[in-house]
């Protein structure tokens, strides 16, 4: 199947409906050369452009896909943090009928309490302690989300609303999402007391695909090049990047099975995983080697001559 006509399929049967109205899949792609797989990743950055979708890429030459607080900070580092927070708040303030500034109006903290007090002529002190509490119980009894991941969004929806009060703990917050922090101390004041580990990391994932939604997104497109995983390279013939070992690569095929697993809390979200032909082709780092995985989304029945383009599996090529 041409890449092409598989991004065509792709857009129109998932990601213009499909993820925007909650859906979520899990795809796996072989391109056939280099240049499909560019073609691939080009093309689904565009779709995602195009249709309000946030997009996120993670390459295995550059970070650690198997190890899921490393796969969740790669993420995190693409996310525009206080973007959604600004509009969660936003709309917070707006449904408890709140005046706000226009979007396109010039001031350096449009939803800070001072500018809101003033616009809606209440009293800033009470106003805090009302906005305080309304963000805590919004987010804290969202249950879809982890209790850290909740912790740290309020920290970042009130850092909007009262930029001054605490800059350092927002910074902290930030570094600990993207998998910076150096010591968890500094997030201890907002009630958070451990490291994005490899047990949470993918809890974290799914949280981060609610909150999305919650911050007025459509969905999001994940793309994960593993390909460097079936890669056995001498060390010497090793160019720049990561390099892996059998077991990190059995690994990273149980990480995906957790995914596709916890695909029902996967919200609005479209997970492209690009792998090279030794994915199909090597019985020690490819599919087989991995039979929970392999059970998963191999064909169990399928044309000799025709590609099934909604299959979980698909190869792209002219000679596919």
């Known amino acids: 199947m041409r890449p092409q006509d598989w991004l065509e399929v ?4 998932y990601l213009a409906g499909f ?3 909650g859906g979520a899949a899990v795809k796996f792609v072989v391109p056939t050369t280099t240049r499909d797989a560019f073609e691939v990743h080009d093309g689904l950055r565009a779709a995602a452009d195009e249709l309000g979708l946030q997009f996120v890429k993670v390459d295995g030459t550059e970070s650690k896909i198997h190890l899921a607080d490393r796969l969740f900070g790669a993420v995190a580092r693409q996310v525009a943090w206080d ?16 005046r706000l500034p226009a979007l396109g109006e010039r001031s350096d903290h449009p ?10 002529d209440a009293t800033e002190l009470l106003l805090r302690a009302d906005l305080r509490r309304a963000v805590e119980n919004e987010i804290f009894r969202d249950y879809a989300m982890t209790q850290e991941f909740r912790l740290a969004m309020i920290q970042l929806c009130l850092a909007q609303l009262d930029p001054d009060e605490d800059p350092a703990l927002r910074t902290a917050v930030l570094e600990w999402l993207r998998g910076e922090l150096r010591l968890v101390s500094s997030v201890k004041r907002a009630l958070i007391f451990q490291k994005v580990g490899r047990h949470t990391g993918l809890d974290m994932l799914l949280s981060l695909m609610h909150w999305l939604r919650r911050a007025d997104r459509r969905g999001s497109l994940i793309v994960l090049d593993i390909s460097r995983y079936g890669q056995a390279v001498r060390r010497s013939d090793r160019d720049d990047g990561l390099y892996y070992s059998t077991p990190a690569t059995l690994d990273l095929y149980e ?13 609005s979200c479209f997970v492209a995983v690009l792998a090279g032909t030794e994915f199909l082709r090597d019985d020690r780092r490819g599919l087989r080697s991995y039979q929970a995985l392999y059970f998963r989304i191999a064909d ?5 001559y025709r590609e099934n383009p909604l ?10």
């Open 10 to 13: 792709v857009r129109a049967e």
């Open 19 to 21: 993820v925007p109205d």
């Open 83 to 98: 973007e959604l927070a600004a509009t969660f708040v936003r709309q917070l303030l707006i449904q408890r009928g709140l």
């Open 111 to 120: 939803l800070g309490i001072v500018a809101i007090a003033a616009l809606n």
């Open 255 to 267: 990480l995906l099975r957790q995914l596709i697993d916890a695909i029902d809390g996967l919200e």
């Open 300 to 304: 169990d029945v399928r044309d000799r």
């Open 311 to 320: 299959a979980p599996l698909v190869r792209l090529g002219a000679s596919a």
